[in-house]
């Protein structure tokens, strides 16, 4: 299974299509704030495009681990957000990110319970188009992983 989180005008027949407003089309509605109603290592791929810079940064890494709770060990987060002018231009916008935002994910922020390693990053654009393209795999090995 693929999930397409916070799909908005986005929707992708080859994923489970997962939105929060009943105005647009999706498979699923459910605020991802609220967690993923998805059993633990269910799932093979997530896609969140133009979605957590939306996350209230009180909740940024509950949603990162119920990410990580429902992929597959070495399944894959892949992740655009809009950094610089384009993230601070929006008043809808409530977690900034830049160009390193990525390494709070990973093993370097040792508090967390989930485990993600960098597999790709990229900053596409410029000024007020600037997004950071990023893939995160899902680290599991232990027994309550």
Same mark, same amino acid.
């Given at each position: 299974?693929? &999930? +397409?989180?916070? $799909?908005? #005008?986005?929707?992708?027949? +080859?994923?489970?299509? !997962? ?8 498979? !699923?509605?459910r ?6 109603? *998805? ?12 979605? #957590?810079?939306?996350? +209230?940064?009180?909740? !940024?890494? *509950? ?5 990580? @709770? %429902? #992929?597959?060990?070495?399944? &894959?987060?892949? %992740?655009v %957000? ?12 409530? $977690? ?14 040792? @508090? ?5 390693? &960098?597999?790709t ?22 027994? +309550?992983?």
């Amino acid at each position: 299974m693929k &999930l +397409n989180v916070a $799909c908005g #005008l986005k929707y992708d027949r +080859n994923y489970i299509n !997962i939105d929060s407003d009943r105005r647009i089309p999706a498979d !699923i509605y459910r605020d991802i704030e609220r967690g993923l109603p *998805f059993s633990d290592n269910t799932i093979e791929e997530i896609k969140s495009e133009h979605t #957590l810079e939306h996350v +209230n940064p009180d909740l !940024i890494h *509950f949603v990162m681990y119920e990410f990580w @709770r %429902v #992929l597959k060990k070495d399944g &894959l987060l892949k %992740v655009v %957000v809009p950094i610089g002018k384009g993230l601070t231009n929006s008043p809808e916008h409530k $977690c900034m990110f830049d160009h390193k935002s990525w390494i709070f994910f990973t093993e370097w922020n040792y @508090r967390e319970p989930y485990k993600f390693s &960098l597999v790709t990053q990229e900053v596409i654009g410029e000024d007020i188009t600037e997004e950071l393209h990023f893939t995160l795999k899902a680290e599991k090995g232990g027994k +309550n992983e």
